[in-house]
């Protein structure tokens, strides 16, 4: 059984700032509004919270800080797209519900990282 099963805290496999915009909704298309995030992958899902470094460090508290948003990561594909914007080293992660985001990185180890460590969460998901 998953550890989530047995009321263990989720692993915490990666975090780190990057650039987002969200694509689609349910399959609609949206208008691209790039903004830098902090992303976290828990468990099976990936966390984007608003970037900490924009934000008033009076109002910034670590323990206390929402989500912006949240990802399911059952069932999702990644693929590289640079095709998709003036911008290097694009991915895509495409929700099993169509909800379609860009994640970008101006340094190519981090995002080809990033990919990796997404797709094996992916991976293992998709043999359980
Ligand atoms: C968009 C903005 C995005 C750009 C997008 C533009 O313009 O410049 O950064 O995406 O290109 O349409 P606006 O701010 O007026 O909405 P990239 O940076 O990813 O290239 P696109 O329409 O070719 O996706």
Do not use: H, M
């Not at 914007?85 to 101006?106: A, C, H, Y």
Request: aromatic share 8%; glycine share 6%.
């Amino acid at each position: 059984s998953s550890p989530d099963s047995e009321g263990v805290t989720p692993e915490l496999e990666k975090a780190g700032l990057l650039n987002k915009t969200k694509i689609a909704e349910g399959g609609r298309k949206l208008r691209k509004n790039w903004n830098p995030s902090w992303v976290v992958l828990v468990g099976n899902s990936l966390v984007f919270f608003k970037d900490p470094k924009s934000q008033n460090p009076e109002s910034w508290k670590p323990g206390n800080s929402r989500p912006e948003s949240s990802v399911d990561l059952r069932g999702a594909q990644l693929q590289w797209a640079n095709d998709l914007s003036s911008k290097k080293n694009v991915f895509k992660l495409r929700t099993i519900t169509g909800n379609e985001f860009l994640l970008q990185s101006e340094t190519d180890s981090l995002i080809r990282e990033w990919y990796r460590t997404i797709q094996n969460v992916i991976d293992r998901l998709d043999k359980e």
